[in-house]
């Protein structure tokens, strides 16, 4: 399975292709906002675009998903992130364009130095929703469930409760935090500390969580057998700047998935989303 | 001038939302918009700060009127100038953590931690203002009372504390309208639980955390215009303290 | 019971003393001394940006805030026997930074053309630190000695006359002062800036319209997501900085005043 999947990248290396150069004739600003998840990898490329030309001005907001379709529906940014599909109301709204430009896994994850290893998705929602308080209960230590989760913009939250609350009410205890960055920071200082996040951020300071037996990996997520999965999407309004289109054009391109890979995360473009699941 | 402006635009943008907000419970997907979580959450912060403050700075500024030494005034006067910003940081690297250790059912994220942050914020403001009440009042009253042969202490005990009222009023109500509108401390170290704290380790959500946490949602959403009645409100309030401090000082 | 008030009055010392001893341990002992030095030149370049940030934030916000602040107070002070303008500044003076912020987040919403940016926090911060501006140069102006204005009235002098030429040559340190005020409060504040134009990522800004990074943001930002030693650094340089502003422009405001008074 995997060879296939990584000729399939090659593949699509060879056939799509623009590199940096691109942006030598262009000048100007890409302001860009939302889920916080895409941050590290635009970040990155936003700093291989400015190095090149330093005349464009490449500025990156956080917020979560839904200030991400808010501000470029309302035209305040050029560029628009979510972690997400646009709600129908959205699409109604705003005009956008939506491109997917990489897959991503939202992983539960507990301290690095928990015992804990594996749970169910029963469990999960359980400590969630609040039955469940202690660690005791799930294979740890006799202490209670220091539970995180995210704000009401979320994208991550949003696939999250969708893909394992089945619609039950969240605990009113929950810490809540603003960013991907921010609950793993919460979740690596605290060691009772559980929370939910995108696969890409995931490093030695968390440990993922094995969810009903299947290990939360990006492989996984793509396949479909891990099953708390979204894309990471931009948006643009149906006129997208050339500038904004060019940037887009360059995380797409093999070295937008290079860099997408080295952040944690599982590349799309146009061509290999036709094949991919 | 700005100020009606100020007014008629919040007014304006909470009128859709007045009669939803007066409930329990805020869970947008549900259609509910209650408020009375972060209300409530932001008067037991702030109130308790208040309560913390209030006998320090009581203290601190009868020392500094008894002492000779003005090392106690300025290291006040310094703390008036350390931003928010400087004690949410500090507090959530070391405060925080601490609470964790030592109430273990919490996340250390907690109405405690916001409100001794809080407390530290509003002291110098409120010891400053009953420092300042103290030192006039005992100017005035100096020769009377030492040629009666009183001490510092019981000149300041038995002749002035009575005389206080205002002022431990006016530095109340400073430090009160302080703690409630302040944003950074409560959005950092109060954990912003959607419910109310079952005690002072437990996490909670004031008014101006959410603030914060809702203008990233989505504009359509009538849970949206929540904020503006936040505003509204910490506008009516901060009028409300002004009002009774200006009557105060007139009188 | 004087005693018990005495041993009151020294636990509070005590207390305060204490709280602030350890939690400028704690912090301290945060940093690994070596780490920290290997890494603060990488730390004080990224760091440039945000520094360059809050300096244009203050400076504009103080051009838009100092003459419109000076400007009511003497209005207030010489021109007008109102006092239901001044009661409004002491509204504006009392209003909590977030509502402020608000106010400018609402402004985008209903003037098409606007969005996030260094004009919009600038504007809103100049609001937050007018009424600190008014209040000082009007009580400035107010507790000038009545024989210089009496002084003026008997040589004929207008009223605008003699407040220009009399009255605010020596007013002058107390308008000192209150600028220096408004510079710190401008570049402490967080509120504001977080709901009308700070990012995380936006390198020196250009045009007014620009989104900008600023100090207390990159404490913000820091605090809820740190990483490793390395973040808290930033931090760390970041409220150095910042604390020396605002202490330096409040103990300056300060001093002006007891040399004043004396």
């Known amino acids: 399975m995997r060879i296939f999947f990584v000729s399939l990248l090659f593949f699509c290396h060879c056939l799509c292709g623009s590199e940096l150069d691109v942006f030598m004739s262009h000048t100007g600003n ?92 029963q469990q999960v929602r359980d400590i969630y929703t609040g039955k469940i308080r202690n660690w005791k209960y799930v294979g740890g230590e006799d202490a209670p469930i220091h539970l995180y989760g995210r704000e009401d913009a979320s994208a991550t939250r949003d696939v999250f409760q969708k893909a394992l609350l089945n619609g039950e009410d969240i605990s009113g205890r929950l810490v809540v935090v603003a960013s991907n960055g921010a609950m793993k920071s919460a979740v690596a200082r605290d060691f009772l500390g559980m929370g939910y996040l995108s696969i890409g951020y995931v490093d030695d300071t968390v440990k993922s969580i094995t969810l009903d037996g299947i290990v939360p990996s990006q492989d996984n997520a793509v396949s479909g057998e891990y099953p708390v999965v979204r894309k990471l999407f931009m948006h643009t309004p149906k006129q997208p700047t050339a500038l904004s289109k060019a940037f887009i054009d360059y995380i797409m391109s093999g070295e937008g ?19 991919l699941p | 001038m700005f100020v009606v402006a100020l007014f008629a635009f919040l007014f304006y943008f909470s009128k859709p939302l007045i ?40 203290g601190l500024a009868s020392f ?40 273990i059912e919490g996340t250390g994220y907690s109405w405690l931690a916001t409100s001794l942050m809080l407390a530290m914020l509003v002291l110098p403001t409120m010891t400053l203002t009953i420092y300042n009440g103290l030192n006039t009042r005992y100017r005035h009253y100096q020769t009377t009372t030492t040629s009666l042969g009183l001490t510092i202490n019981q000149t300041l005990l038995w002749v002035i504390m009575p005389l206080l009222g205002k002022d431990i009023i006016t530095a109340t109500l400073l430090g009160f309208s302080r703690a409630i509108g302040d944003t950074i401390l409560a959005l950092v170290l109060s954990g912003n639980a959607l419910h109310l704290p079952n005690a002072l380790w437990d996490s909670m959500r004031t008014m101006t955390a959410h603030i914060v946490l809702i203008t990233g949602g989505n504009t359509q959403d009538i849970g949206y215009n929540a904020i503006f009645i936040i505003g509204l ?16 000082r007139r009188g | 019971m004087a005693r018990l008030f005495s041993v009151w009055m020294w636990i509070s010392v005590v207390a305060l003393l204490v709280a602030i001893a350890v939690l400028a341990v704690g912090v301290l002992n945060q940093i690994d001394v070596v780490e920290f030095f290997q890494n603060i030149k990488t730390i004080v370049q990224d760091l440039i940006p945000a520094c360059i940030g809050t300096i244009y934030l203050v400076a504009i916000s103080s051009a838009i805030a100092i003459p419109i602040g000076i400007g ?81 009235i008997s040589l004929g002098m207008t009223t605008w006359q003699r407040t220009k030429y009399l009255l605010l040559p020596k007013a002058r340190n107390d308008i000192f002062r209150g600028i220096m005020l408004a510079i710190g409060r401008a570049a402490e504040d967080t509120a504001v800036i977080l709901l009308t134009g700070v990012v995380i990522d936006a390198g020196i800004p250009t045009k007014l319209t620009d989104k900008f990074e600023a100090l207390p943001f990159v404490v913000y930002y820091s605090v809820t997501e740190y990483r490793s030693n390395i973040d808290l650094y930033y931090a760390f340089i970041s409220t150095l900085i910042l604390i020396t502003i605002t202490t330096l422009t409040f103990y300056l405001a300060r001093r002006i005043n007891y040399d004043h008074r004396n």
């Not at chain 1, 290079?258 to 036709?274: A, K, Q």
């Not at chain 2, 003005?70 to 609470?99: G, Q």
């Not at chain 2, 409100?233 to 105060?248: C, G, M, P, T």
């Open chain 2, 233 to 248: 409100l910490l506008f009516v309030i901060s009028i409300a303290i002004n009002s009774l401090l200006y009557r105060w």
């Open chain 1, 30 to 121: 890409i302001d860009i906002a939302g889920g916080t998840a895409h941050i590290p990898v635009l970040r990155e490329a936003a700093r291989n675009v400015m190095t090149v030309n330093d005349s464009i001005k490449i500025t990156i907001a956080g917020g979560g998903s839904g200030v991400g379709v808010q501000k470029v529906g309302a035209g305040l940014v050029d560029i628009g992130t979510t972690g997400r599909e646009l709600f129908p109301e959205e699409k109604e709204k705003y005009a956008l364009e939506s491109y997917a430009f990489a897959v991503d896994g939202i992983a539960v994850v507990v301290n690095a130095t928990n015992k804990v290893r594996e749970l169910s998705s």
């Open chain 2, 19 to 58: 009669g939803e907000v007066m409930a329990w419970h805020w869970q947008p997907e549900h259609g509910h918009y209650g408020l009375f979580i972060m209300i409530i959450g932001s008067f037991l912060a702030s109130v308790l700060a208040v309560l913390l403050a209030l006998p320090i700075s009581i």
């Open chain 1, 257 to 275: 998935r290079d860099i997408i890979v080295r952040h944690g995360y599982f590349p799309l473009n146009p061509v290999c989303d036709l094949i």
């Open chain 2, 64 to 103: 500094a009127v008894v002492s000779k030494r003005k090392i106690v005034l300025e290291i006040i006067y310094v703390m008036t100038s350390v931003p928010t910003i400087v004690y949410a940081f500090v507090a959530a690297i070391i405060l925080v953590p601490f609470l964790r250790s030592c109430f």
């Open chain 3, 72 to 152: 009511t107070g003497i209005y207030l002070a010489r021109f007008t026997k109102k006092h239901f303008l001044t009661f409004i500044i002491d509204i504006l003076a009392g209003t909590p930074s977030i509502v402020m912020g608000l106010f400018g987040f609402t402004m985008i919403i209903l003037i098409p053309k606007a969005t996030t940016s260094l004009l919009l926090s600038a504007i809103c911060i100049a609001m937050l630190v007018v009424p600190y501006i008014v209040r000082i140069t009007k009580q400035a102006l107010e507790t000038m000695p009545q024989a210089l204005d009496l002084t003026g």
